[in-house]
């Protein structure tokens, strides 16, 4: 008798080119080269009869038949890897390694916490935790799992809301003795702003607020600006040089002590989210999908 199944590597190879949108992705999430990967699907398309991707320099789409195809083979897969992990997992405690990259301010004041939480739980999954604010491509550098800032991206990456970070302007006593509070926008102008820059755009990130019920986007003067790390305006405005705006929970320790201040607290209540990103579902090992879940049902919100 035939071998009836020795196809599934080029089927793999299949679902994960569609997942990840080309063969050069697929080749890094596979651990082999796109030129092996292309004939993996030639094989499977030579063996259907019929052709499953419509290939141009620019993208990769599925035809009719490939896209029925792929609904039932991305299932199958799904099931398989299931029972496995299952089947592992039922023979002692889960292990593994998950690589995780974070940016600085939740690394440094969220990330501690849940993290400590997750090695009680899982003592033999090692972590490889990567806090950066380059936005890192997740499948081509080898990450599990991302945090990230902003809107969550509309390919095939897939996003969970974290959390919707509360958001407040902060400066220390020392610079607010100096010079007489902020009691409106308009009182700025008087004010050394330490608004944060984009490296990558030099744009300057406007601070959000709420002004008499109604969101307001408002650009801080430039007058000391900061890039490449937005820890260091808070940094700044503990000794003194200006108001910033920061996340609640970057500066709940400092409030505390009373080496910061809010300034204008009737303005707060605006947020910026940051989002869990990872593979589809079905591609997660079972350490990262543990995290994953530890990570969505720990963290606040």
């Excluded at 080029?10 to 080749?27: I, K, N, R, Y």
């Excluded at 092996?36 to 993208?59: G, I, K």
């Excluded at 792929?70 to 002692?92: K, P």
């Excluded at 986007?217 to 260091?232: K, M, R, Y």
Aim: glycine share 6%; with cysteine; proline share 7%.
């Amino acid at each position: 008798m035939g071998r009836r199944f020795d196809h599934v590597p080029d089927l793999e190879a299949f679902v994960v080119v569609v997942e990840l949108g080309s063969m050069s992705a697929a080749a890094v999430a596979l651990a082999t080269t796109p030129s092996v990967v292309s004939r993996a699907v030639a094989r499977l398309e030579a063996r259907l009869r019929c052709q499953l991707l419509r290939r141009s320099t620019r993208r990769l789409s599925l035809t009719e038949k490939g896209r029925q195809y792929w609904e039932h083979a991305q299932g199958a897969l799904a099931q398989i890897e299931a029972v496995e992990r299952e089947l592992r997992d039922s023979d002692g405690a889960p292990q593994g390694r998950v690589r995780l990259t974070a940016p600085t301010t939740y690394g440094h004041h969220r990330l501690p916490e849940y993290l400590a939480r997750f090695t009680r739980l899982y003592p033999l999954i090692e972590l490889d935790i990567d806090i950066t604010n380059r936005n890192v491509d997740l499948v081509a550098e080898g990450f599990d799992l991302a945090i990230r800032l902003g809107a969550p991206p509309e390919r095939e990456i897939q996003a969970r809301l974290l959390e919707q970070a509360a958001l407040c302007l902060v400066a220390a006593p020392q610079y607010l003795a100096e010079r007489a509070p902020p009691s409106g926008l308009s009182d700025f102008a008087q004010h050394r702003c330490l608004p944060f820059v984009l490296p990558s755009t030099g744009r300057v990130v406007p601070w959000l607020l709420q002004v008499e019920g109604e969101p307001v986007d408002w650009q801080p003067p430039v007058t000391f600006a900061v890039s490449g790390d937005v820890l260091a305006t808070v940094s700044l405005a503990a000794q003194g040089l200006g108001i910033c705006q920061t996340y609640d929970f970057a500066v709940k320790e400092d409030l505390s002590r009373g080496r910061l201040v809010e300034v204008l607290p009737q303005m707060r209540g605006r947020s910026r989210p940051f989002h869990l990103l990872y593979p589809p579902r079905k591609r997660l090992t079972t350490a990262a999908r543990l995290l994953t879940e530890c990570l969505l049902g720990h963290g606040p919100g």
